[in-house]
């Protein structure tokens, strides 16, 4: 492992807390909001310089460098690999924007200090690649929804009961993992229970109510940060991926692909635009498991890619869901509200934002979608055609809430609801994201290509040994069954290549 | 300048402009700095016909060196080479794309300089056009792909400008649930393309349609895929063509798109965007001819849509409906023709009929004015005759039939008694059985969301 060059994982967990500590004791909101952006840049700032730094070394994972670390344990603890590089900048990216575009009418509700330690603590997360600590990690981020819960004096029952399941199968499958030996019945149990663990942070149906229950009952910018990085996608990639047997791995891409569905199609007899968004993003959401389910190099790129840009662009979609109603209350999706002629900017965020997270041509969610597609149909062939089916109503849902909220009916008001100048800025930067991964998507892929090879490589070398080990036995049990869904398609010629250094895509007929 | 570099800078250019007028029109709305009316106009006429000289010099050239097939590599949208997956956007010029991108540019350029003094100081006017920028790209771009996946991303350009554009009224209801009702068929349209291209991927081992339609040129090639590969790919190209030029069931989304100016009607529904099932049909043209059922299929779904479409058209009380459903006839006897093997005879229909409709189209609102004119003259309505077929029908048949037309086969219907209405019942269920468990789990009512009102109160009244 190599040393970056400076320590930025340290700095991108650090200003988060001690910006936290000073916007605290800040009386006055519009300073501390003003405080919290400039604290939110300085994070940005590190986290990409994080990604640049490891870009440049071009190794497979690094951490702070230890003759400059500021904590004497924090730089072993905390390390950037090619899946978490472009994910750090993200995190920061996200609660940037969602400070920014939070406007006078909203720093008395919006927390800025909680939202900093969750900045914090969701960095940590994503530094970490050590179990136990992305653990600790994981469940430390339940707790400031929480707290604005209780102080906003909102029902917390809901969200109680499914985090603190969240938590407990988290501890107890890892409990049981660091004390039962391998290949024991224990760890298969505990992998059960880690995996159940990451679908109920994921939103995966039927345990899916706490997300329509936090955007009820917190405010729209923590639900949204809360949800919008896929916390549970990066638990299931540390936690669960690298030790599942496929057959798990089977049963959560088939769950996800349900709870998509299901998801989709709630999304579409919503009347409320809040609920209407948390439908729509766990449909998203679960599409990118499905997609790391597959196991395959194409299916994890597709649904790395996916990550990305279905973060960047529904948190732009929910930002603009939120600037509306910063202007109208809360927003009620029975009748048309006309809104276009009033803020035409944040209508055009609206729609563009919503339709990169279809995977609209010429926006950033295109290629992840191509590739997931593609990946998911060679994984599960069936799987695919419900991918596209979600897709298209995703894409029926998004263009609907368009037309309900932004058209329909002339709308006149005698204030000024044009969009602001800090609005403007994060609708800029929004675009630009979405515009440009969509028109030169390839360096993004290229990464995300990387890091799919990184996670299929446990799955590859668990089929070669097992075929290898059936071919030796003479066992008559199937060798796919030991095979991830991708190489059940693949030669066994191909597989067991010793010249390949990673599981390669057999060729099509 | 040799001829394969003056071949890139044409091709180039053709493609090049309307891209370029979607950025600067775009860009322009982004950043809150609309442009004149009469910039838009200057820009607008400026891509377009630069684009069709570019295009008229792509057709001269092929004419004398006597090519007939000139493909343009601009290189690909991602490449993963280890996984033997490329998007390459590769464009061809041929014998097919040549004449449809040249009959694109000629009436979207039409349409363009009609629209500058049609919508005048309309306060859409920068809209329109911005749509009209995107549809273009998308018309160009899906007449010249050279793969299944390049002429799938101008495929839903088109139908989103489509859409957008049926909503141009946008302060009205009407013309947002029709714009609705046609974003929803396009997405079922754009489903199956999809699949059928992934599918594609699949039998084939590359998206491109050489590799598609194995060697030779349009239309003589001949596909590499066994019957039974075509006619499942071109099944699903099938549904993805009938959603995109109205064919049956799908028929029901054409009058409503009438919503839209009429500029938009004329060229998006009259003229090119209508036709461009059938021009997917003519590009996977060899495709169809591995499969006879398939052939089948197009022939009898072409002439299904061409007789219904013709009883309909005759029941309409409104120019433009009339207008959509004799638009819709035409396009089921070509997918007819090109069912039965016919190539250029579909492709020389298709160029007719989209001229002749698009003069139809913009010619109606004068033509409604001329007809008052003369009513008012002679101080009479004129006469309706009835037609030669009409005096062959018995009378409770014609009834029967006019019944028909007026319903427009109660096709929107059907679809939303047994598709629309299960699909709302079953997720309002499940909605109502999420209230029921949320609320027990929290020992109280839930949603807040309840008590949010259905028009929300504007920021003064808060």
């Known amino acids: 492992m190599s040393g970056l060059h400076q320590p930025w994982l340290e700095l991108c967990v650090l200003i988060p807390v001690l910006g936290a500590l000073v916007v605290r004791f800040t009386s006055r909101p519009e300073s501390a909001r003003r405080r919290s952006l400039f604290v939110c840049s300085l994070t940005l700032v590190c986290a990409v310089a994080a990604w640049q730094d490891f870009e440049f070394l071009r190794v497979r994972e690094a951490h702070d460098p230890e003759d400059m670390m500021i904590w004497s344990i924090g730089g072993r603890l905390l390390v950037v690999d090619e899946l978490s590089a472009p994910l750090l900048p993200l995190a920061a990216l996200l609660f940037l924007l969602t400070h920014l575009a939070t406007l006078r009418t909203k720093v008395r509700e919006f927390s800025f200090a909680r939202s900093l330690v969750s900045e914090a603590i969701l960095l940590a997360t994503f530094s970490s690649k050590l179990p136990w600590l992305v653990g600790i990690l994981l469940a430390a981020g339940v707790i400031p929804p929480y707290l604005e819960l209780r102080k906003a004096r909102k029902p917390t029952r809901v969200y109680v009961i499914f985090m603190g399941g969240f938590v407990a199968l988290l501890v107890l499958g890892q409990a049981i993992l660091a004390i039962a030996p391998d290949n024991s019945g224990f760890s298969g149990v505990a992998v059960v229970l880690l995996t159940a663990a990451v679908l109920l942070r994921s939103g995966i149906a039927p345990v899916h109510c706490w997300m329509t229950d936090l955007f009820e009952h917190a405010s729209f910018g923590t639900a949204l940060l809360y949800v919008s990085p896929m916390v549970g996608a990066y638990g299931l990639v540390r936690l669960v991926l690298p030790v599942a047997p496929t057959w798990v791995l089977s049963a959560v891409a088939l769950v996800s692909l349900v709870t998509a569905i299901y998801a989709a199609g709630m999304a579409l007899v919503q009347r409320e635009a809040r609920r209407f968004f948390s439908y729509l993003f766990l449909s998203h959401s679960s599409l990118v498991l499905v997609g790391l389910e597959t196991a395959t190099p194409i299916g994890l790129t597709g649904s790395l890619s996916l990550w990305l840009s279905v973060s960047v662009s529904l948190t732009g979609f929910g930002l603009v869901m939120r600037c509306v109603e910063a202007r109208t209350g809360r927003i009620s999706l029975l009748n048309f509200h006309g809104l276009s002629s009033q803020v035409p900017g944040l209508a055009a965020l609206f729609l563009l934002t919503g339709l990169a997270s279809i995977g609209f041509p010429g926006t950033a969610g295109f290629v992840g979608l191509e590739l997931l597609v593609e990946g998911v149909i060679q994984a599960f062939p069936i799987a695919g055609a419900f991918v596209v089916i979600v897709a298209a109503l995703n894409g029926l849902a998004v263009m609907s809430a368009y037309f309900l909220i932004f058209t329909g009916r002339p709308h006149s008001s005698t204030i000024d609801l044009r969009i602001r100048p800090s609005e403007r800025i994060a609708v800029l930067i929004l675009t630009a994201l979405i515009l440009i991964g969509g028109v030169f998507p390839q360096r993004g892929v290229d990464t995300r290509y990387r890091a799919a090879v990184r996670l299929a490589q446990p799955h590859a070398d668990l089929g070669r040994s097992h075929l290898s080990k059936t071919q030796e036995t003479g066992s008559n049990i199937e060798p796919a069954v030991a095979l991830t869904a991708h190489a059940r398609n693949a030669r066994p010629a191909q597989l067991l290549d010793p010249a390949s250094a990673r599981l390669t895509v057999p060729p099509q007929p | ?462």
């Open chain 2, 1 to 462: 300048m040799s001829d394969s570099l003056l071949f890139q800078v044409l091709g180039t250019a053709v493609l090049a402009l309307p891209a370029l007028l979607l950025a600067i029109l775009g860009i322009a709305l982004l950043v809150d700095r609309p442009w004149s009316e009469s910039a838009i106009a200057r820009w607008t006429e400026a891509s377009v016909v630069t684009a069709l000289v570019a295009a008229v010099g792509v057709l001269g050239m092929m004419l004398v060196t006597g090519d007939r097939e000139l493909s343009l590599e601009l290189g690909s949208l991602i490449a993963i080479p280890s996984e033997h997956f490329h998007f390459r956007l590769k464009f061809v010029f041929d014998r097919l794309s040549v004449p449809f991108v040249i009959l694109s540019l000629v009436l979207i350029g039409t349409v363009g300089a009609f629209a500058n003094r049609y919508l005048h100081r309309e306060p859409g006017y920068g809209r329109f056009f911005l749509f009209y920028a995107v549809f273009l790209l998308g018309m160009v771009v899906a007449s010249l792909a050279g793969t299944i996946e390049t002429l799938f991303l101008g495929w839903e350009l088109v139908g989103l400008s489509s859409a957008l554009l049926v909503a141009y009224f946008h302060e009205r209801a009407a013309p947002v649930l029709n714009a609705q009702r046609v974003w929803s068929v396009y997405r079922i349209s754009d489903a199956a393309f999809l699949l059928a291209a992934v599918a594609l991927h699949h039998v084939s081992g590359a998206g491109d349609f050489e590799s598609m339609t194995g060697t030779g040129l349009w239309p003589d090639a001949k596909a590499t895929l066994t019957s039974t590969q075509a006619l499942g790919v071109g099944l699903l190209l099938l549904l993805a063509a009938a959603g995109k030029s109205g064919l049956i069931p799908f028929s029901g989304w054409l009058p409503r798109a009438m919503e839209g100016p009429t500029p938009s009607s004329a060229i998006f529904y009259g003229a090119l965007s209508v036709h461009l099932g059938a021009f997917l049909l003519l590009r996977v043209s060899p495709i169809l001819e591995r499969s006879a059922v398939l052939c089948g299929v197009v022939v009898v779904l072409g002439l299904a849509t061409a007789v219904f479409a013709a009883i309909i058209a005759r029941v309409q009380s409104d120019v433009k409906g009339a207008l959509a459903f004799a638009s819709l006839t035409q396009v089921g006897i070509i997918v007819a023709e090109i069912g039965l093997g016919l190539r250029y005879i579909p492709l020389i229909h298709i160029i007719g009929h989209a001229c002749l409709r698009t003069l139809q189209l913009l010619r109606a609102p004068s033509l409604l004015r001329d007809y008052h004119q003369i009513e008012n003259a002679v101080g009479r309505r004129l006469e309706n005759h009835e037609g030669w077929f009409e005096g062959l029908l018995s009378g409770p048949l014609k009834l029967r039939l006019y019944r028909l037309g007026l319903d427009r086969g109660q096709f929107d219907a059907v679809l939303d008694r047994f598709v629309v209405a299960p699909f709302t019942r079953v997720f309002r269920w499940c909605d109502g059985m999420e209230r029921r468990w949320t609320d027990f789990l929290a020992g109280t009512g839930s949603r807040e969301s309840d008590r949010v009102p259905a028009s929300s109160p504007m920021v003064e009244e808060l």
